[in-house]
C-alpha cells in the first residue's frame, strides 16, 4: 500500500524502504563474526516445491507461495546509516527533508488550469437562491443583535455583542466581496444591487472598492502596479516619514487602516476610491463609482440621524465599536492571506498567485 505526506504542494510518496532477506547470525558488533547468506539471483525467496491442487470447481490450481524479490537489498553499512538518519533526522530522512525544503521563491509545480481542472465541477454552479439565503440569514442575525443588546443594555453584554456583531459585519463584506467578483450569480444587476446595499450598510463603497480590488488581482504582489499589500520600494519607504511609518508598521495601527485606505489609498499613490477622476478608475466606470459614492454617502446621513434619535453613545455601542471590530478583522484576515511562509510568500513580479487568479476568475 502506497504511503502518502503532506507537502507544501500536495501530497508525494513517501521513498520506498526494502527489508533486506536475512540467513543466520548477524551482529552490530563489528569484532565479532557476521554471517549473511543472499544470492545474487534471489534464488532463496523463490519456492521449491509449488503445491498444485486439482479439483472439479476450481480446477488445476497453483497453490505455492509466491514471493516476490524485492528491487534492492539494503547492506549492512546501509542499514545502520539509516538508523543513524532516524536517530538524527526526521522520519529517518533528515538529509533528504533537508534537500526538499520548500523553496519560497520557486514558481509552483502546477499551472491555473491544474487547479480549475482539480475542483469538482459543481463547486462552479452559481446558485442565487443560495446566495440570497446566506444574505437573509446574515441580515437577520445582524438586527437580531442589535436588538438583543439594546434590549439588554448591560455592560457585560456589551462586549459579548461588540465581537459577534464586528465578526457579521465581516460576514457581509465577504458576502458583496463575491458579489464584486461575480460569484454570487450570474446576474450582473443582482450582483450590483445586492453588492450595493451590503457594502453601503458597512460604510464601504463598493464599486470603488470593486475596481481596485480587481486591479489588485490582476497585479497581485507587483510592485509598482497591485493596488495593495504588496511590498514598498525603499525609495517610497524612506521617504515616508516618521508618522506614517509607525502607523503603516506598528501594531495595532495597521489593524485599523483600511478606511484611510480607502480614502487615501497606500502610500506612493494618489487618489481615493470615492473619487470618480481618481487614477485608480478609467472614465467609463466614473458613473459607478458616483454610484456607490452616494449610497456611502445615504448611509452615513442615515448614521447621522440615527445619532440624533438614539443619542451618539447608543450610536456608538450598537454601530461604531462593533464597526472597528470589522475593520480589524478585515486587516488581519487579508494581512494573513498575504503572508503565511516564515521567510514570506514569493512575489511573482507581473503575475498575480495562483489563488488570486483563480479568485479573479470566479
Request: with cysteine; proline share 7%; aromatic share 12%.
Amino acid at each position: 500500500m502506497a504511503s502518502f505526506v503532506i507537502s507544501e504542494c500536495g501530497l508525494k510518496p513517501l521513498p520506498h524502504i526494502y527489508a533486506r532477506p536475512i540467513t543466520g547470525v548477524i551482529s552490530r558488533n563489528s569484532s565479532k563474526p557476521r554471517f549473511l547468506h543472499s544470492s545474487k539471483n534471489f534464488s532463496d525467496l523463490k519456492p521449491t516445491n509449488p503445491i498444485k491442487i486439482s479439483t472439479g470447481v476450481f480446477g488445476d490450481r497453483n497453490w505455492g507461495l509466491k514471493v516476490s524479490a524485492p528491487l534492492k537489498v539494503a547492506s549492512i553499512e546501509e542499514e545502520e546509516e539509516r538508523e543513524e538518519r532516524i536517530i538524527n533526522g526526521v522520519n529517518g530522512f533528515g538529509e533528504e527533508e533537508e534537500e526538499a525544503r520548500f523553496d519560497p521563491g520557486a514558481p509552483p509545480p502546477f499551472i491555473l488550469a491544474d487547479i480549475r481542472a482539480a475542483i469538482p465541477k459543481h463547486c462552479w454552479v452559481k446558485d442565487p437562491w443560495k446566495s440570497m439565503s446566506y444574505v437573509v440569514r446574515d441580515v437577520a442575525v445582524v438586527f437580531g443583535l442589535a436588538a438583543a443588546a439594546a434590549y439588554l443594555n448591560n455592560w457585560l453584554v456589551w462586549p459579548l455583542y461588540w465581537a459577534a456583531q464586528g465578526t457579521m459585519f465581516w460576514a457581509l463584506f465577504v458576502l458583496g466581496h463575491d458579489c464584486g467578483h461575480g460569484s454570487f450569480s450570474n446576474n450582473a444587476k443582482l450582483n450590483s444591487v445586492v453588492g450595493h446595499l451590503l457594502h453601503s450598510s458597512i460604510l464601504v463603497p463598493y464599486h470603488g472598492w470593486r475596481i481596485s480590488h480587481r486591479t489588485h488581482h490582476q497585479n497581485h504582489g507587483h510592485v509598482e502596479n497591485d493596488e495593495s499589500w504588496h511590498p514598498l520600494s525603499e525609495k517610497i519607504y524612506r521617504s515616508l516619514d516618521n508618522v506614517t511609518q509607525t502607523l503603516r508598521f506598528m501594531l495595532p495601527f495597521p489593524m485599523l487602516a483600511f478606511p484611510v485606505y480607502l480614502w487615501m489609498r497606500t502610500p506612493g499613490k494618489t487618489g481615493s476610491h470615492f473619487h470618480p477622476n481618481s487614477d485608480l478608475f478609467v472614465p467609463k466606470e466614473r458613473k459607478d463609482v458616483i454610484t456607490s459614492s452616494l449610497c456611502w454617502t445615504a448611509m452615513a446621513a442615515i448614521l447621522v440621524g440615527l445619532g440624533f434619535t438614539m443619542g451618539p453613545m447608543q450610536l456608538l455601542k450598537l454601530y461604531g465599536v462593533p464597526y472597528w471590530i470589522f475593520v480589524m478583522w478585515l486587516d488581519l484576515v487579508t494581512y494573513l492571506h498575504h503572508h503565511g511562509h516564515d521567510e514570506k510568500l514569493p512575489w511573482y513580479r507581473g503575475k498575480g498567485k495562483c489563488i488570486s487568479i483563480l479568485s479573479q476568475e470566479k
